[in-house]
């Protein structure tokens, strides 16, 4: 018995001036047996490209309707099944498998899954479903000015019950910034929707989405109004209410208003427990708020969403939200809580999600730096998790020990494993010159100048060949050496002068005023260099940097300190309380060593000094809450103290024991600099 012919599939696409982005979605489409492309006013090579791979290509003139267009091209349609795609979009599942999935098929249209990908991270990923794949001839159409449907032309004749789930996959690179910004999707969206919405006031997929592209735009409030308004009028079984929520719940967290936030999830999430972004969303919060037991749990609840019986609805999900991302936040909290063994286990539980997820590599490392493990077996505990056959992998583990401080480890890395390569040459040649590999950094940075291309993948870009001279000069100074002048007038000129202006002063006796070196334009430069040789251990440059150019001994302060030299910074920050030149981080920096070492009085009056200058500053407004909390509960306990008997005993020590809780939460909450291992060693003869 003959196996019945499989159903014909044809793709439809509308283009305009895709010229870039078109042959790689053409490709993808091997086997279709029609593929029709509408072009709605191309002027670059569009149509020639659609046609070179056997497209039938329409001309149409540009109506400011999607919907319109999309119909145009059902219209010339000829095959039993049609498959919608853009020419930012990449067919993943071959057109073989789709027959296969259509041979016998009962059903109308089925949904397909669409991978945008939002960064150029593996996890920069957000997932959705639409309904992208039907059957031709039965009158169905698309409608909505702009993200056109054909979703309501079939349910209106079949209902739910004729639309599939399938497996087909889908990748879409519209939402990349770069493409977002070369096609000014933003501003064309915007124009069209307030269109629709003028001729659809209540519609409120047309509000919603609005409120999604004020978003993308930075327009945080405008996209928070948007979205409360909708979700009063929208319908409850509108299958985006979800993805609102989630935004909304976004716009709350990124503008600090948590009690909003919690109040949302509260009720929404009874409907939606299987939702993990919102799950995690809401340990965010929690973690905000110095909650972190909470946080905790709800980080759980994402996870758990993954095994749970029901399978998940459609939601819109960013990659990793019931798995690798709740996790690395669980081995936070636990690290926090000086759990190191469970932080460990839980960001090997990430890895093993994702194995190049960075902030769990880089939790991972930092848990075993704290158990003193050494950073070798560190190294080679993170090339086994993720392997380094990926130029990603090798990215990774760099980035991640450079983190640690570990530069003696990566320049010891063999190159034939780790060769130099665009994103890892700075870290690379950096942690050379940290660990005194200074002619071997010269030598290589004198072919990487000549011949750039020897890296993988490509050219160095400019800031990278910027920052290369950088290095070449704090080495040299570092050796005792003089720049030879006629290598460095082939250094990019608005760093030439500057570099040879620093050059000059170290080898003079003379102490150059500050006027003459704010009448240079090198002040900027003279702050890098001094950070770069603290961020590089090369303290003993930094020094004499500032011994040539004084008026820089806060910039070299705040490094020192920045990098955990607190009793170096300390002398330092002496210096400029007594020269009455304190300012800026270095006001604050004083109230956190003082807040450290208990003088609680003292440390809020540089706090307030701080806030002065920087009335916004929510680290300094923290650590000046816990000072005062702090000299409550002392003043609390005198007085408990004084008391004997029942007196002792009652509401006063009510009032300290919720003081106490007070700064136990205020504690949990980012208001002071994180040092890592090596950084705390440095001040450990502080007793901090």
Same mark, same amino acid.
């Given at each position: 018995m003959n196996k019945p012919a499989k159903p014909t599939l044809g793709?439809?696409?509308?283009?305009?001036?895709?010229?870039?982005?078109?042959?790689?979605?053409?490709?993808?489409?091997?086997?279709?047996?029609?593929?029709?492309?509408?072009? @709605?006013?191309?002027?670059?090579? @569009? *149509?020639?490209?659609?046609?070179?791979?056997?497209?039938?290509?329409?001309?149409?003139?540009?109506?400011?309707?999607?919907?319109?267009?999309?119909? %145009?091209?059902?219209?010339?349609?000829?095959?039993?099944?049609?498959?919608?795609?853009?020419?930012?979009?990449?067919?993943? $599942?071959?057109?073989?498998?789709?027959?296969?999935?259509?041979?016998? &098929?009962?059903?109308?249209?089925? @949904?397909?899954?669409?991978e945008n990908w939002l960064g150029s991270n593996p996890e920069d990923r957000l997932y959705h479903s639409n309904v992208r794949l039907f059957r031709n001839g039965q009158g169905y159409l698309f409608s909505g000015r702009i993200h056109e449907s054909v979703d309501p032309s079939i349910l209106k004749i079949h209902g739910a019950a004729a639309i599939g789930t399938s497996s087909i996959e889908i990748i879409h690179l519209g939402y990349l910034p770069s493409i977002m910004s070369a096609k000014n999707k933003i501003s064309r969206n915007e124009q069209l929707l307030r269109l629709a919405l003028e001729e659809e006031p209540d519609d409120a997929f047309y509000s919603y989405n609005l409120a999604v592209t004020c978003c993308q735009d930075g327009r945080l409030k405008e996209a928070e109004e948007l979205?409360?308004?909708?979700?009063?009028?929208?319908?409850?079984?509108?299958?985006?209410?979800?993805? *609102?929520?989630?935004?909304?719940?976004?716009?709350?967290?990124?503008?600090?208003?948590?009690? !909003?936030?919690?109040?949302?999830?509260? #009720?929404? /999430?009874?409907?939606?427990?299987?939702?993990?972004?919102?799950h995690y969303i809401q340990g965010q919060s929690w973690e905000s708020q110095g909650l972190p037991d909470r946080a905790y749990q709800s980080y759980q609840h994402a996870v758990d969403t993954s095994s749970a019986a029901a399978p998940h609805r459609a939601y819109v999900s960013e990659q990793g939200m019931d798995s690798f991302r709740p996790l690395h936040r669980m081995g936070?909290?636990?690290?926090?809580?000086?759990?190191?063994?469970?932080?460990?286990?839980?960001?090997?539980? &990430?890895? +093993?999600?994702?194995?190049?997820?960075?902030?769990?590599? +880089?939790?991972? !490392?930092?848990?075993?730096?704290? /158990?003193?493990?050494?950073?070798?077996?560190?190294?080679?505990? =993170? *090339?086994?998790?993720?392997?380094?056959?990926? &130029? $990603?992998a090798r990215g990774s583990i760099i980035r991640t020990l450079y983190e640690l401080g570990a530069y003696k480890v990566i320049a010891e890395l063999p190159p034939e494993l780790f060769p130099l390569e665009t994103d $890892?040459?700075?870290?690379? =040649?950096?942690?050379?010159?940290?660990?005194?590999?200074?002619? !071997?950094?010269?030598?290589?940075?004198?072919?990487? #100048?000549?011949?750039?291309?020897? =890296?993988?993948?490509?050219?160095?870009? %400019?800031?990278? *060949?910027?920052?290369l001279w950088l290095l070449e000069a704090v080495c040299t100074w570092e050796l005792g050496e003089k720049l030879? +002048?006629?290598?460095?007038?082939?250094?990019?000129?608005?760093? #030439? &002068?500057?570099?040879?202006?620093?050059?000059t002063q170290l080898s003079s006796e003379a102490v150059l005023p500050q006027a003459a070196v704010a009448d240079?334009?090198?002040?900027?430069?003279?702050?890098?260099?001094?950070?770069?040789?603290?961020?590089?251990?090369l303290v003993t440059l930094g020094k004499l940097l500032v011994e040539r150019f004084p008026a820089y001994t806060g910039d070299l302060a705040e490094a020192l300190y920045e990098e955990g030299w607190r009793a170096e910074a300390g002398e330092l920050f002496i210096r400029l309380v007594s020269s009455k030149e304190a300012r800026g981080s270095t006001l604050r920096y004083l109230g956190e060593m003082l807040a450290d070492k208990g003088h609680y009085a003292e440390a809020a009056d540089w706090y307030r000094l701080s806030l002065e200058g920087s009335p916004g500053d929510e680290a300094a407004s923290a650590g000046l809450a816990l000072c005062y909390l702090h000299l409550a509960e002392l003043g609390l306990g005198e007085v408990a103290n004084s008391f004997k008997g029942e007196k002792a005993h009652g509401p006063l020590q009510e009032d300290r024991a919720a003081i106490a809780h007070s700064i136990e939460v205020l504690n949990r909450t980012p208001w002071h600099t994180a040092w890592n291992y090596k950084q705390r060693q440095r001040g450990a003869d502080l007793s901090l």
């Open positions: 793709v439809q696409l509308i283009v305009k001036n895709e010229a870039e982005l078109l042959p790689r979605c053409l490709a993808s489409l091997n086997g279709a047996d029609e593929i029709i492309v509408t072009d @709605t006013g191309s002027s670059d090579q @569009t *149509m020639d490209i659609a046609r070179a791979y056997g497209a039938d290509v329409y001309a149409v003139g540009w109506s400011n309707d999607f919907s319109a267009a999309r119909n %145009t091209g059902l219209s010339c349609a000829n095959t039993d099944w049609i498959l919608v795609l853009d020419a930012d979009e990449v067919l993943q $599942t071959s057109i073989e498998s789709i027959k296969d999935i259509l041979q016998g &098929s009962t059903a109308e249209a089925y @949904t397909v899954r669409i979205l409360r308004h909708t979700l009063g009028h929208a319908p409850l079984q509108v299958s985006y209410r979800p993805s *609102m929520i989630r935004d909304l719940c976004k716009i709350y967290l990124a503008t600090g208003k948590v009690k !909003a936030l919690d109040s949302l999830l509260t #009720r929404e /999430l009874t409907r939606y427990g299987d939702y993990p972004d919102l936070v909290i636990s690290q926090q809580l000086g759990k190191q063994e469970e932080a460990a286990r839980l960001f090997h539980r &990430s890895l +093993q999600h994702h194995s190049l997820y960075l902030p769990a590599m +880089q939790g991972i !490392a930092s848990a075993f730096q704290q /158990l003193e493990v050494p950073d070798e077996d560190i190294a080679g505990l =993170l *090339m086994q998790l993720s392997g380094i056959a990926q &130029s $990603t $890892t040459v700075l870290l690379i =040649l950096s942690s050379w010159v940290s660990t005194g590999k200074y002619h !071997a950094f010269s030598r290589t940075a004198a072919k990487l #100048r000549a011949q750039p291309l020897l =890296l993988s993948p490509g050219e160095l870009d %400019t800031e990278t *060949m910027r920052q030879q +002048q006629e290598k460095w007038l082939q250094s990019p000129a608005e760093l #030439r &002068s500057g570099l040879l202006f620093i050059d240079s334009g090198h002040s900027r430069l003279i702050t890098e260099v001094i950070r770069l040789a603290v961020k590089l251990e």
